[in-house]
């Protein structure tokens, strides 16, 4: 009797007390709410910023007589110089990529985005400046002379101007226009590429960022093989510099 009542005492043991309640799974709603709740927004913040800046600078494209247009045409122009007329809307591209970034990552195509003024500039001042920086009398002159002409839209601006001077004097203008011209375009493409699955070289890996995780999803579909008479070249160009962003 002592036997048997310790067996069942044993069992009873094991079946009662050895197994922990179970925790119930979250359901769609919940996880849906949840993943919500953590997403950050400071991508949006910069988004509204960028947006308010492309605002004003559009409206500085016009004859406003207002102290705070006068002084954003004043600085930008005196940065960039004729890449103020492209700085408008390459701010709202900038507010686009950070408002429908979708968990995609942004960093490289928003710095792509902000480089176009600065290349765009660059390239007038090889063409159609004619400014002797050379015998501008130091560095501090040569800052002075950009700032005032770009201030003034007649080209120049500081980092334009230095930028394509010292291109010039390093390389030619012949050598030297082409590289900024396909810099232009190869961070035109990066700022604009933003397709849902991206194909990462040739290895048949695809990044999924569909949903929002803080991070993309890669996802690997067997080996990759291009098919014969799909040599498209633009799309490998362009899947390329999706990669690389």
Known sequence: MAQGSGKTNGKNGRSGTGKSPQKRKPTGRQTSAKAAAQQPVRREITGGVLAFIGLFSLIAYFSVDALFINFIRKVIGGVVGWGFYIFAPVMFIGAY?????????????????????????????????????????????MVSLLY???????????VTGLLSFGLERVFSVYVAFPLLLIAFLYFLLAAWCHSRHQQVGGTGVVMDSSRWEGAPV???????????????WGSC????????G
Do not use: Y
């Not at 490289?108 to 159609?128: E, H, I, Y």
């Not at 160009?237 to 690389?244: D, G, Q, R, V, Y």
């Open 237 to 244: 160009l362009l899947s390329a510099i999706c990669t690389a």
């Open 97 to 141: 990529i950070m408002f429908f970034h979708k968990g995609r990552p942004v960093a490289f195509r928003l710095t792509a985005a902000l480089l176009l003024p600065v290349l765009f500039g660059a390239m007038t001042n090889l063409l159609f400046s004619r400014a002797d920086l050379a015998s501008a009398g130091g560095f501090a002159a």
């Open 148 to 158: 005032n002409d770009g201030a003034q839209l007649a080209f120049g601006g500081v």
């Open 218 to 232: 890669f996802v690997r579909q067997g080996n990759f093989r291009r098919q014969r008479g799909d040599s498209r």
